[in-house]
């Protein structure tokens, strides 16, 4: 079930897409710097997936955070299901430890 609440956000998602790509032609160098911000989360995520952890709800839930936080970075104006941050991502991420 949580999953499937999870899905009513794709429209949005799809949207923040086609925002970011829009503005990426105009400032391709603002894009950067704002994707420099999810690295080390989507680094650190990949990397636990890889070591074959099994996956749990926590890191289901940190995932869909991620996207939240693309929302938050690259479309800011579509708003975000809750408050999200790369500091809230970071403390997040450490709870998971």
């Known amino acids: 079930m949580y999953f499937l609440d999870l899905l009513k956000h794709l429209p949005r998602y799809l949207k923040a897409i086609k925002l ?4 990426l032609d105009h400032d391709p ?5 704002k994707a420099e911000q999810m690295v080390p989360l989507w680094e650190a995520y990949w990397q636990r997936r890889a070591d074959n952890e099994e996956p749990n709800i926590q890191l ?6 991620l996207e939240e936080l693309r929302v ?3 479309a800011p104006e579509l708003k ?3 408050p999200v941050s790369v500091q809230r991502l ?3 991420w450490q709870s998971l430890d």
């Open 72 to 74: 938050s970075l690259f």
């Open 60 to 65: 289901f839930e940190f995932r869909w955070m």
């Open 80 to 82: 975000t299901a809750y």
């Open 90 to 92: 970071q403390k997040q």
């Open 29 to 33: 160098q603002k894009d950067a710097k």
């Open 20 to 23: 970011r790509l829009d503005r």
